[in-house]
């Protein structure tokens, strides 16, 4: 110590001696923050900022020097051992720069398959391994915290980040997204589970007001994170840029403190989504620990706050002491030397294998997959071959290859009508060649995708002689900024046709067709799904997406997957289509930053979630709606049979085995759900029937069978009272159904069930802010 001393003072140092020697790994926390000057504070509290975004907070190059390409890092403290640490998008896969100046080598990442499609394998295990190797590219590339899962819910179909997103269910977003989270944290890096919460949709989503009752926040939009939280613990919470019942989600305490730390019990760091929210000291109040990527305005605000006793340093430094427990947990902070080589290889082969697993087969007459007896096939559809790997906006990734359907088809030995191919090409240039600089492609949001082209009757006929089979794709785009239209949801004229004659023409020879669907979100099937032999949803499976359909569709693979959403027949029939903004013209206002009492003021805007609990199947399955596809849905190249079940009661768990048998003549797996229905369900408003849990069996071969067992804690038999902020249950015969859809139960089970209640905090309600407004 002496020797620090006289050091210190030979050199004249301003520093206090003892700062000097602390550092991060060798003191507490405690001891590192009183080191801290409140300017080192503040910048911790906000990243290090983006070039041309932040002013002068940006530190030019930060996140550049580290790792290109990545989404933000936090502030580094040299002097305090404090490094900064790299954030990176995310959820597909790891999104930071391929290419490097003066650099030769390359750096793409895998593009794995989107979220959805994940979700729809209902397959834990699989989902924790494709997150085991997207996190050892993020650890191998050198960043420290993925910014994923993203596990909004799909309230409404056209919401355009869907694709990011699970389901429309709670507890299937909620059991994926801690599969996830535990696969990339066992690699020592971190997630960020987003985007908390409500933010179901695109539309003005940094003035839009999500207007939502307390029991549908509780039910539907907090379960999954609550689930997530609990489970799998991640090292980060990212909250959205909406407003909640009138207030930012990021400046309220009731949801980044009292819900999310003090009920749920997490420990964890809370930062903003880029750029989100208004009022920095609130934010720092509400336990919204770093706001990203950081701005000026944002750190004269928070030291003003601090210097006039607006905000207490003591909250400053609760917040600081989040982060750096973060770091110290980082591959950075700990020294990890980064190979900038991952085995992309074997990744490949791991996307290849995981999107199979999601693909849900909707349709399947006379067994027409998997294809026997095909060796020249037809294919049709502008994504045949311009295969969609996946959204766009931070979700993208930037992988090295896309596999086509078409390559896909090659590469397995099939050959391709040569004629239809040139054409397709030649009409997929030119369009590209006319449309550049229009059409809506910029640097966010890509060019949309052009109709189907039109098709002569004599090459149909010509066509449908020469080959096997006709594939048929139809793809959709779909990203972050903006919300889908309903012409996404519904097909074009020329689509139509397509599907049509293309039938007609290979019918006529008595040969099948096989629709592909390349889509990140539900689209209209029920108008013209009686015609193709067979539907494919194959959702948008990553870089080696043409590979994977060309798996299932030689039956190399099987499809196991089921739907995680509601298709329905038309786009207004799910309930939230009266409050959802469609159609409007895609703008760039995600970028707004509007003064708060500006927006509320002028460009206030809100979406009011009327269909409150009634989301998805809970309100189709309650009312009685026809679907087109049920949620859960989803066929196989076998057939499954439920021996008949039980239920028993073991401490607070409820236990349902069920045995399941393959019953058809190929190997398959199958998709086990758990529903209830509580007894007096009309009267208490409760839908229907309720998932609780799901499982999948392991692969059965033709005769084999497997117990499955689902367990449900009785207190997740609750709905939530607004009026005695409790969640309560109801006593009474409540009915265990053992389904392989939510439209076929194949066994209901009476259980007794006790009442309970368990009261919480009363939170998130409307703002009263928002309340005086509106009444003027
Ligand atoms: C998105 C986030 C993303 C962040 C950083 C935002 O526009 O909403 O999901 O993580 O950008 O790229």
């Given amino acids: 110590m002496r020797k620090i001393i006289i050091t210190a003072a030979l050199c004249g140092l301003a520093i206090p001696v003892l700062a000097q020697t602390v550092s991060l790994a060798k003191n507490t926390i405690d001891e590192v923050i009183k080191a801290m000057t409140l300017e080192e504070k503040v910048k911790l509290c906000i990243g290090t900022g983006m070039a041309g975004f932040s002013g002068d907070q940006a530190v030019i190059g930060a996140t550049q020097n580290l790792v290109p390409g990545a989404a933000g890092t936090s502030y580094p403290i040299p002097r305090l051992g404090i490094p900064a640490v790299v954030l990176a998008d995310g959820p597909a896969g790891l999104r930071i720069s391929p290419t490097r100046k003066d650099d030769k080598n390359t750096y793409y990442c895998t593009h794995f398959p989107i979220g959805t499609l994940l979700a729809c394998t209902w397959d834990t295990t699989l989902v924790n391994n494709v997150g085991k190797a997207i996190g050892n590219e993020v650890l191998e590339y050198g960043a420290d915290v993925l910014l994923a899962p993203a596990l909004n819910i799909h309230r409404n179909p056209l919401c355009g980040r869907n694709f990011e997103y699970y389901s429309e269910d709670p507890v299937v977003s909620g059991k994926i997204a801690a599969a996830y989270v535990k696969g990339i944290q066992s690699n020592g890096v971190g997630t960020s589970i987003k985007h908390f919460a409500l933010n179901n949709q695109e539309t003005n989503r940094m003035s839009n007001d999500a207007q939502v009752s307390p029991r549908a926040q509780r039910e539907i939009y907090l379960k999954g994170f609550e689930i997530a939280v609990k489970e799998s613990k991640p090292w980060t919470v990212m909250s959205s840029y909406n407003f909640l019942n009138g207030k930012y989600t990021s400046e309220r305490t009731d949801l980044q403190t009292t819900l999310l730390r003090g009920e749920w019990g997490y420990d964890g760091m809370v930062m903003t989504d880029w750029f989100g929210g208004k009022d920095a000291p609130q934010q720092m109040r509400a336990g919204n620990d770093m706001l990203q990527p950081g701005r000026p305005e944002q750190y004269d605000a928070i030291v003003a706050a601090v210097k006039s006793g607006a905000l207490d340093e003591s909250i400053l430094n609760r917040n600081v002491a989040r982060i750096l427990e973060m770091i110290k947990k980082t591959p950075r902070f700990n020294g990890y030397q980064f190979s900038n080589k991952p085995d992309l290889k074997a990744h490949a082969a791991v996307t290849r294998r995981s999107a199979v697993d999601g693909m849900v087969l909707l349709k399947n007459d006379n067994n027409a997959l998997p294809m026997k007896g095909v060796k020249k096939v037809a294919v049709y559809g502008n994504t045949s071959y311009d295969f969609i790997a996946g959204g766009f906006g931070s979700g993208d990734v930037n992988r090295a290859y896309t596999v086509s359907l078409l390559e896909g088809l090659k590469n397995a030995g099939f050959t391709p009508d040569a004629t239809l191919q040139k054409e397709y090409t030649a009409y997929l240039d030119s369009i590209k060649e006319a449309e550049k600089g229009k059409n809506g492609g910029n640097m966010f949001i890509p060019m949309a995708l052009p109709d189907e082209m039109t098709l002569a009757s004599a090459d149909l006929d010509r066509q449908a002689a020469n080959a096997d089979i006709a594939l048929i794709t139809l793809g959709r785009k779909s990203g972050e900024f903006l919300d889908r239209q309903s012409s996404d949801f519904y097909l074009t004229e020329n689509a139509r046709k397509l599907i049509d004659e293309v039938s007609a023409a290979f019918h006529a020879k008595g040969k099948k067709v096989v629709v592909i669907l390349n889509i990140g979100g539900p689209i209209e099937t029920a108008s013209w799904k009686n015609t193709p032999d067979a539907i494919l949803c194959a959702w948008q499976g990553g870089q080696e997406g043409g590979n994977s359909v060309a798996d299932v569709l030689t039956g190399k693979a099987y499809p196991s997957g089921k739907l995680t959403m509601t298709w329905p027949i038309r786009y207004e029939d799910h309930a939230s289509s009266k409050n959802f903004p469609i159609d409007m013209k895609p703008s ?78 190929t190997k398959g797996r199958e998709v086990v759900q758990l529903y209830v229905s509580a007894p007096d369900a009309a009267a208490a408003n409760k839908p229907t029937q309720e998932l609780k849990t799901f499982a999948k069996t392991r692969e059965l071969k033709p005769g084999e069978s497997e117990v499955i067992t689902l367990t449900v804690p009785a207190a997740e038999l609750a709905s939530f009272d607004e009026a005695q902020s409790a969640w309560v249950t109801a006593p009474g015969t409540y009915m265990f159904k053992v389904g392989a859809s939510s439209r076929d139960i194949r066994a209901s089970l009476p259980a007794e069930v006790e009442a309970a209640k368990r009261p919480v905090n009363s939170i998130l309600g409307l703002d009263t802010e928002l309340q005086r407004l509106k009444r003027k």
Avoid: A
Avoid at 598 to 624: A, H, M, N, Q, W
Avoid at 636 to 656: A, E, H, M, R
């Fill in 588 to 665: 760039m206002n995600f970028m707004n930053n509007i003064p708060r009492n500006e927006v509320l003021v002028k460009y206030f805007d809100y979406t009011p979630y009327e269909e409150d609990i009634y989301v998805g199947y809970r309100f189709f399955d309650s009312f009685g709606r026809d679907v087109s596809y049920p949620f859960g849905y989803g066929l196989s190249y076998t057939t499954f049979s439920y021996d008949q079940p039980n239920v028993s009661k073991d401490g607070d768990n409820y236990i349902v085995n069920v045995r399941v048998r393959n019953t058809g003549s």
